[in-house]
């Protein structure tokens, strides 16, 4: 048989199409989350903790960075404190790489987190698969619903394999029954107590109950 949507056979018969569709899904989240967790640890974390935006300074950097804190006064009584990141060269030469640094850093906690997505979700999905096997054993002590479908699926075979046994059983024990009237008949007949012609009556009718 020729395919010729072009999907591939899965393990139940053809792939459904919304199987890709919510893995981009998936994946169009897990890339989002990641963005901005990153954006989060290079800016906000940045911020408090200067050394984390340290992490790109190979890529923008031949020097040493440094971070250089000043204070500013926004409104009258409020003040803030700015952080720039200098590259610090080897003849001494000092260049601002604040935004550079900042925006690779970003990028790079992002990519962390996204490759290491499975192993940093895993406690969540492990509690969840939990929390769903306690659900479905609470469901079915309260509405006493069989165990799983497989247990459903065993509990017809069951019931149709000792329907056959029955069946089979009465078919046999009505077998035996006719039989021994066809004997009683024939007995009757060499006894002279019923004729040639009622013998091969009565005989038709029992043999018609088969």
Known sequence: ???????????HGWKAPWRGFLRMVSLSLRLCASLFAGTMIGVAGGALYPPLTHVAAPLVCDGKPETVSSQYSYK?????????????????????????IVFLSCLLYALAIFISW??????????????????GSYAREKLDLPPSADH?????????RNAKIDGVRRSQTGDATIAERLRQL???????????????SRKRDILSEL
């Open 118 to 135: 499975p192993l940093l979700t895993a406690p969540s999905r492990f509690l969840l698969r939990r929390w769903i096997r306690q659900a």
């Open 152 to 160: 459903a699926t065993a509990t017809i075979v069951e019931a149709i």
């Open 186 to 200: 024939a007995r009757l007949r060499d006894e002279g107590l019923i004729t040639a012609e009622d013998y091969e």
């Open 76 to 100: 009258p009584g409020q003040h803030g404190v700015a952080r720039n990141v200098y590259c610090i060269g080897s003849d001494g030469t000092r260049e601002d790489v604040t935004t550079r």
């Open 1 to 11: 048989m020729t395919n010729v949507s072009g999907s591939k056979p899965g393990r």
